[in-house]
């Protein structure tokens, strides 16, 4: 599976469980941490924790594991690394304040007909 290919798959699922606002990050030459960040949020901690499950299970079924997961129990910031793509899905308390958008605002936006979606 190519990048683009999971960052589509992590988009995908995140739009499934109505993920807010989905912005997709092209980190390539910016972030030695990944090449591409996904930002969501959802409005209650169980919607974070169903966007960061789906996206961990359909990852899952493409053979792509899941190098790390991190903050599901409190479902304020969970960070789900997979390797190239590391999706960041926020309680929509906690979105603002701590906006990546602005923190990573050099990188460019990754358009949805990029993402073919």
């Known amino acids: 599976m190519t990048e683009r290919e999971l960052l589509s ?12 606002d989905i912005v997709a990050l092209n980190m390539e030459g910016i972030s030695l941490v990944a090449d591409y960040f996904v930002i969501c949020h959802g409005n209650s901690d169980k919607q974070v924790q169903a ?51 602005r923190l990573w605002g050099d990188a460019p936006f990754v358009s949805s007909e990029e993402l073919q979606l």
Do not use: C, M, P, T
């Open 9 to 20: 798959l992590v988009v995908e699922a995140a739009d499934d469980k109505k993920a807010i």
């Open 51 to 101: 966007i960061a499950r789906e996206i961990k299970e359909n990852a899952h079924e493409q053979g792509i594991s899941v190098k790390r997961l991190e903050g599901f129990e409190q479902a304020k910031w969970v960070l789900v690394d997979l390797g190239d793509v590391v999706v960041h899905i926020f309680h929509k308390d906690e979105r603002g304040y701590y906006n990546l958008e």
